[in-house]
């Protein structure tokens, strides 16, 4: 079974999102929402099949990545979540909540041993 296919989205903490949003367009050039950016890959194995990396600068007081303290949180595309789950579960690993689903994937947070928060999202369709 594949588990984690690539990274779905870097998440981080800063002072003014907005800001970091305007510089990181102005002179990288990312193309900013109000969400962050989507950088659109194709698989190397099914060129079909298209996916995105999102970046995200968040607010210093988010609670999205709690129980994390940590200012930052990876965000990894993953198959079969349902699954994998199962698996860490049987393996000890913190599961910090259950499998969320919308329209365009599922999702979980599970813990690394120093305590990051992990989000793990499978991709709908």
Known sequence: MK???????IFFKCADPGK???WYAKHLGFPVTDYG????S????NPDKVNYTVW????????YFEPSKKDFMINYRV??????VEELK????????EVT?????????????????????????
């Open 37 to 40: 950016t989507m950088f659109k």
């Open 56 to 63: 995200s600068p968040t607010s210093q007081t988010t609670q």
């Open 3 to 9: 588990k984690v296919t690539g990274i779905g989205g």
């Open 90 to 97: 049987n393996a000890g690993v913190t599961i910090v909540d």
């Open 79 to 84: 198959e079969n979540i349902e699954e994998l």
């Open 101 to 125: 689903t919308y329209d365009y994937g599922k999702f979980v947070h599970i813990l690394d041993p120093e305590g990051n928060n992990l989000e793990l999202f499978e991709p709908a369709g």
């Open 20 to 22: 970091m949003k305007e």
């Open 42 to 45: 194709r698989e190397l194995d």
